[in-house]
T-cell receptor, first 115, second 114 residues
């Protein structure tokens, strides 16, 4: 069962514009969400995270929004740059349930930023 | 400051052989996680280990797969009698403690079974 879904396998955006990557989850026990970026032949690199007690977290050009009622989160990249072209993975964990940081990943969205 | 190290980066095995994948966590990290990524899919959790202990192996196939994280040395993911379906990228991640919010990933080992 896919507890974390990224329904758009790919996204193409013009340089300088906003990139919006979406993620939906089904497990209401998830209380921590992360975005990772992955280049080909490399491991995932941590980008930004958000706790379920917040609805927004911002770090430079990257902002993550969480809508708990809709079980939906999104990653905004503004402005988009060609170096942002990569596969972006959404991941979730249930830290607060007495568990540990076992990450459940979405299938990823391939972002292409073109000039 | 070295990040998570994995070796080898690429491993080719014939069906029936054994594959050994190694992972050295970041300095100061004592928690190791293994994930597998099949083509066009996300990463799937396999096993979580602390030093000398397997905490959760719920994502690991019951047959042929095993993992360890000895007191000294790297964590090892071992696949016995490999089959073509084992071909994938295997990633190791580490964290400082059990409830740390961020896992840091290594570059992965790409296993190809001929």
């Amino acid at each position: 069962d896919q507890q974390v879904k990224q329904n758009s396998p790919s996204l193409s955006v013009q340089e300088g514009r906003i990139s919006i990557l979406n993620c939906d989850y089904t497990n209401s026990m998830f209380d921590y969400f992360l975005w990772y970026k992955k280049y080909p032949a490399e491991g995932p690199t941590f980008l930004i995270s958000i706790s379920s007690i917040k609805d927004k977290n911002e770090d430079g050009r990257f902002t993550v929004f969480l809508n708990k009622s809709a079980k939906h989160l999104s990653l905004h990249i503004v402005p988009s740059q060609p170096g942002d072209s990569a596969v972006y993975f959404c991941a979730a964990s249930a830290l607060g349930s007495g568990g540990y940081n076992k990450l459940i990943f979405g299938a990823g969205t391939r972002l292409a930023v073109h000039p | 400051n070295a990040g998570v190290m994995q070796n080898p980066r690429h491993l080719v095995r014939r069906r029936g052989q054994e594959a050994r994948l190694r992972c050295s966590p970041m300095k100061g990290h004592s928690h190791v996680y293994w994930y597998r990524q099949l083509p066009e899919e996300g990463l799937k959790f396999m096993v979580y280990l602390q030093k000398e202990n397997i905490i959760d192996e719920s994502g690991m196939p019951k047959e042929r797969f095993s993992a360890e994280f000895p007191k000294e040395g790297p964590s090892i993911l071992r696949i016995q009698q490999v089959v073509r379906g084992d071909s994938a990228a295997y990633f190791c991640a580490s964290s400082r403690d059990r409830n740390t919010d961020t896992q840091y990933f290594g570059p992965g080992t790409r296993l190809t079974v001929l």
